[in-house]
């Protein structure tokens, strides 16, 4: 709890002791202002002190390994501010302040559910595929097509039914189909926080199902420099992971650099051969410069990525006979360039939001050895203000507007054209209000307008029928909202309900699809209307120091929801034509999940999560791409200090899928399978600095199996087999540790 608060006449500086429920002071504890993204920690006195801050009203967050975290609302007025904060130590992580909201807020506060993954090198499972990750979070699965390639899916819905953001910024990748990669990496990556259920309210057009935002790591603390090298070895891939990332910071100023590159050989099935052509590459570089003063925080974000991804597709099963990993034919290449400039302003009793971002992703598929089939480009500017209003410590108003243009280009004249070149606008304006009543009650609502036009050129000629694209001119307008509570009638125990509207527009592809891709024939409709949907959902959460309870249910009814299915006809060269249709339809399901450390065997933790989802329309048919429920349970041993390793751990991990016999018009069932891993890892001292290392083992019995929303069974291979993976962390710079920062 916060001990004291004390004003003295001197210029904005926040300065206190972070101490344990015992009043000895913590070392090394982190002490964050997430608005400035501007931190430190204590001293070995526990005392920490923080420089030139705005006027204003500022959360703070002070948090250390194994202590609940404490975030705390300041107001700040020309004086300096003494905060001390006393922490209490537990075994169950604590509530931690999200900032894909509105505004910043804990995890308990904000009506919208928000599930936050930390990637923790120790807890998060080790795996080629990034995307496989993120399937800790209950309700959250994947589209894979190998190790290389995968989509996430939020409760039932994927592709343009999810918003991806990368640093709170729309990231445009073409990432309407299921054949395209994620495009984000996982290093320089502190969390990720998944809203599940619409959030048009927040960010628009395509967040109907949810949004996933990857939050970058925190700046150095004030007056160090560190880095991190990373590398991991797997095993079914034969892979190589490295990663090399270093940071600064002054009083003034902070900065950093990451630069990672990734090589995967094809996959191995399980207890099967490999799978022709599944090999992928990636190199990243992320860089980033940033001030805060009294004036407000100004940042500037540069991110490139540039994957190549081999196609496993009917064609080229036969070709490929041997295992390799080097990209030659029938593969697709990804090249992104992402800038990004965050900044917040503090005038008086107002805060000012003034973002923009500008990316573009070059999209090339090979077909023969050197043989360019598809290039393009996706050229995004993305902007927002967001004002926040004169409020008191239990409000908020919030007005904004945001805006992106984009425009898809067809370059190099090559021979087929996936998507025509074309531009799209989009403007909103956008209110929300949040009210605490008691202390208990928040209640949170929001209304926001779209309008959006989409315009493209024809591509071929009026007289061939076959390949012909008429031009398409569209504008939609769309209002979307949300009001939801969080009620806490203890402090162990909370209820959340929310209700919520969003809408997405059909996109390129479902508007103007021509034409073969990959393994089918594609026809799109220019007579699509807008999805709508309209989600109730509710749940509770239960915790003590050593146990936590989360339930949670949703109904999400989906106008005109859109979707890909066969006609039951072929082209004259025997392809099966797909066509875009649409049709009323309902998602609905729930979470579970269980968090248990014994009292009496504290350094043992088990958790438990099991997801349903089921997908229907209103004709009866199933929707496609509806996970199987899955079962996970994960049983942890961890120790402080063992011999000379520090937080050691060991881990056992089951995922049970089961089956699923709802299936759309071109899926067939699919049986269900248990996974076991298993994991064991510590920090070992090396001078100042603790080195991490771990060693895991994926689908230990080289299970063969094939998941639900694979789409390698379209072309009748199974998921990867046994992978093992080893993993290091050698952290250095110069800062001093001593051996209770890692206990």
């Known amino acids: 709890m916060i001990a004291l608060y004390q004003y003295t006449s001197a210029q904005n500086k926040i300065s206190g002791i972070v101490t344990d429920q015992n009043n000895i002071p913590l070392s090394s504890a982190s002490v964050f202002i997430p608005d400035l993204n501007k931190g430190t920690v204590s001293d070995k006195n526990g005392y920490y002190e923080i420089k030139n801050l705005p006027n204003g009203k500022l959360k703070i967050q002070f948090s250390f390994l194994g202590y609940t975290s404490t975030v705390e609302t300041a107001r700040f007025d020309g004086k300096d501010l003494v905060l001390n904060s006393k922490l209490t130590q537990t075994s169950i992580e604590a509530d931690e302040i999200v900032i894909s909201g509105a505004y910043n807020s804990t995890q308990h506060e904000n009506a919208v559910k928000i599930d936050v993954l930390k990637l923790d090198p120790q ?13 800790r979070v209950p309700g959250v699965d994947m589209i894979s097509k190998g190790s290389g390639v995968a ?20 990231y445009e990748n073409y990432q309407y189909s299921d054949h395209h990669p994620l495009g984000i990496d996982e290093f320089g990556i502190e969390s990720v926080e998944v809203i599940k259920g619409p959030a048009s309210l927040l960010y628009g057009s395509d967040a109907v ?14 007056g160090t ?13 034969l892979g190589i992971t490295n990663n090399l990332g270093l940071k600064g910071a002054s009083k003034k100023i902070y900065g950093g650099i990451r630069v990672g590159q990734k090589n995967n050989a094809d996959f191995l099935q399980g207890r099967g051969q490999f799978a022709p052509n599944s090999r992928f590459n990636e ?59 965050q900044n917040k302003l503090y005038l008086h009793n107002y805060k000012l939001d003034i973002n923009a971002a500008y990316q573009n992703t070059g999209l090339t598929h090979f077909a023969e050895a050197g043989v360019y089939e598809i290039q393009m480009q996706l050229a995004t500017l993305t902007y927002e203000t967001k004002l926040h209003l004169p409020s008191k410590e239990n409000t908020e108003y919030i007005i904004g507007f945001q805006g992106f243009n984009q425009a898809n280009t067809n370059i190099n004249h090559r021979e087929t054209k996936l998507l025509p070149d074309a531009t799209i606008n989009n403007y909103s304006a956008m209110g929300l209000i949040k009210y605490s009543f008691f202390g208990k009650l928040n209640v949170q609502t929001g209304i926001r307008y779209d309008t959006k036009s989409i315009s493209t050129l024809s591509i071929g000629l009026p007289s061939d029928t076959l390949t012909y694209r008429a031009a398409v001119n569209k504008s939609y307008g769309s209002l979307s909202g949300s009001i939801g509570a969080t009620y806490n009638p203890t402090k162990k125990l909370l209820f959340r309900a929310n209700f919520a509207t969003a809408y997405r527009t059909p ?26 949907t309209y989600e109730s959902d509710a749940s509770l959460h239960y915790h003590t120091d050593n146990f936590t309870f989360d339930l949670a249910g949703y109904y999400n009814i989906i106008r005109n929801y859109i979707y890909i299915s066969p006609t039951g006809t072929q082209t004259t060269n025997g392809i099966s034509i797909y066509k875009y249709r649409q049709a009323n339809s309902v998602i609905y399901g729930g979470e579970a999940g269980l968090h248990f450390h014994p009292l009496a065997l504290r350094w043992l933790s088990l958790e438990t999560t099991f997801a349903s989802v089921s997908g229907k329309m209103e ?36 995922l049970t899928a089961f089956d699923q016999n709802n299936t759309a018009t071109d ?30 083992a994926n689908n230990v019995f080289d299970t063969k199996y094939i998941d639900h929303l694979s789409t390698l069974k379209e072309v009748g291979l199974n998921n990867p087999g046994r992978n093992i993976t080893f993993s290091l962390k050698v952290p250095f710079g110069i800062q001093k540790y001593n051996d209770r920062d890692i206990l």
């Not at 067939?668 to 060693?695: A, E, M, P």
């Open 123 to 135: 807890t998060m499972k080790s795996s080629p595929n990034f995307s496989e990750m993120l399937t």
């Open 283 to 341: 190199l990243s570089v992320k860089a980033n410069v940033g001030t805060s003063n009294k004036t407000g925080s100004f940042k500037v974000f540069y991110d490139y990525n540039h994957e190549k991804l081999g196609l496993v597709e009917d064609q080229v099963i036969q070709e490929i006979t041997t295992r390799g990993r080097q990209n030659s034919v029938w593969y697709q290449e990804f090249t992104t360039h992402l800038v990004s400039s």
């Open 507 to 532: 996109n390129l592809a479902e508007l103007t699809s021509n034409g073969q891709h990959e393994s089918r024939y594609e026809t799109g409709d220019q007579n699509l209307v807008p999805e709508n």
């Open 209 to 222: 199902g949810g949004v996933i935002n990857f939050i970058k790591e925190r700046p150095a603390p004030v």
């Open 225 to 237: 420099i560190m880095g991190d090298y990373n590398l991991q070895l797997f095993s079914n891939t």
């Open 151 to 170: 989509k996430p899916v939020i409760r039932g819905l994927s592709m343009n039914d999810i918003l991806i953001l990368n640093n709170d910024v729309r």
């Open 667 to 696: 899926e067939t069932t699919t049986k269900g399978y248990t996974l076991l891993d298993l994991s064991i890892g510590s920090n070992i001292k090396c001078r100042d600095q603790f080195i991490s290392v771990s060693l895991s």
């Open 619 to 654: 004709n009866g048919g199933y929707l496609p791409f509806i996970p199987a429920d899955k079962l996970h349970l994960e049983i942890r041993a961890q120790k402080a200090k063992l011999l000379f390793t520090y937080k050691a751990y060991a881990s056992v991990n089951t």
